[in-house]
């Protein structure tokens, strides 16, 4: 073998080391070193992302637990025979006659179920006032989503009410939720945690017009406030069903179809009005005195 071919031999040899050495170097280190770095990136891309999703749910529990707690059973029987039962009784305890309670279908929503619910009774606007007050008084997810008064006829103080409810009751893979009704109360959804605040309601004979009726009240006028030297300042009153003048001083009581009270200020251009539920009522010159503004409570003389 000449020195020719031997040199060709070894350089031939040598190529091919370094060829199949590059070849295992990419294919056996390089290429599952790589591989394995980008599963390494997306396991901790998947571990970051778990992470926040763990974070939000962590957060939207903080946020919304409340919410749970007050929640309808997620049984749909146990949620229409409970929240039903607990209407009826709280109409029958409100006075209410005639009562009938109703549901239908629950529908589906996000995170839940919606309950439909129908109340027919019959009962004064003083005994509306009470089942409002004990209803948003509750702690459960509903609203009224209608409400319709007819005024009886031969009865001025009576009316048929009915009502449509909305209950809702939340998925109970998100949170294990008991199968029976929340106990306790809600007040951040009244205004007042006063139900005598809302008794006001029913003393404004909303329904004198309806009742075919006319309501004096409505035609009691202030027609001017008069100041006299020497002499305590007048509140005049014009009273249209007749042409006759009411002429009223600090102190004096107004008696006049649906209202009763007296006047506790005179102003420039107003006067205040303190009915025997000890609120105050805010009356402006050209008013009737059932346009009178109630003022806030804590100008209200609250009787003990």
């Not at 778990?50 to 929640?71: D, H, I, P």
């Not at 109703?102 to 606007?125: E, H, K, M, W």
């Not at 509750?138 to 009886?152: E, Q």
Request: hydrophobic share 40%.
């Amino acid at each position: 073998m000449t020195l020719r071919n031997i040199i060709l031999i070894i350089g031939l040899s040598l190529f091919l080391i370094w060829y199949v050495g590059s070849w295992a170097y990419q294919s056996q280190y390089l290429a599952p070193r790589k591989k394995l770095g980008d599963e390494i990136a997306r396991y901790t891309q998947a571990i970051d992302g778990g992470k926040q999703n763990v974070a939000a749910m962590r957060l939207f529990w903080e946020q919304n637990a409340g919410y749970y707690y007050r929640s309808l059973p997620a049984a749909p029987n146990d949620a229409r025979s409970q929240y039903g039962f607990w209407l009826l009784e709280l109409l029958q305890y409100s006075g209410f006659e005639n009562v009938s309670v109703s549901d239908a279908q629950p529908t589906r929503v996000v995170l839940g179920a919606n309950y439909p619910f129908t109340i027919r009774c019959t009962g004064s606007l003083s005994q509306l006032s009470y089942f409002l007050f004990e209803f948003y008084y509750a702690p459960f997810l509903h609203r009224i989503a209608s409400l319709t008064l007819t005024p009886m006829e031969g009865n001025t103080e009576k009316q048929t009410f009915s009502l449509t409810i909305n209950a809702l009751a939340l998925d109970s893979r998100f949170y294990p939720l008991p199968n029976q009704l929340p106990q306790g109360f809600f007040i951040p959804r009244l205004f007042f945690n006063d139900l005598t605040m809302y008794q006001v309601i029913s003393d404004r004979n909303l329904l004198q017009t309806a009742k075919g009726g006319v309501d004096r009240a409505d035609y009691t006028f202030l027609t001017g406030i008069i100041e006299k030297t020497g002499d305590p300042t007048e509140a005049w009153f014009s009273v249209r069903t007749d042409d006759s003048r009411i002429v009223a001083k600090l102190g004096d009581s107004i008696e006049s179809g649906s209202f009763s009270g007296k006047i506790v200020e005179i102003l420039e251009q107003d006067i205040v009005l303190e009915r025997r539920d000890g609120s105050r009522w805010l009356l402006a010159s050209g008013e009737s005195l059932n346009e009178a503004f109630a003022l806030p409570p804590e100008t209200a003389v609250r009787k003990e």
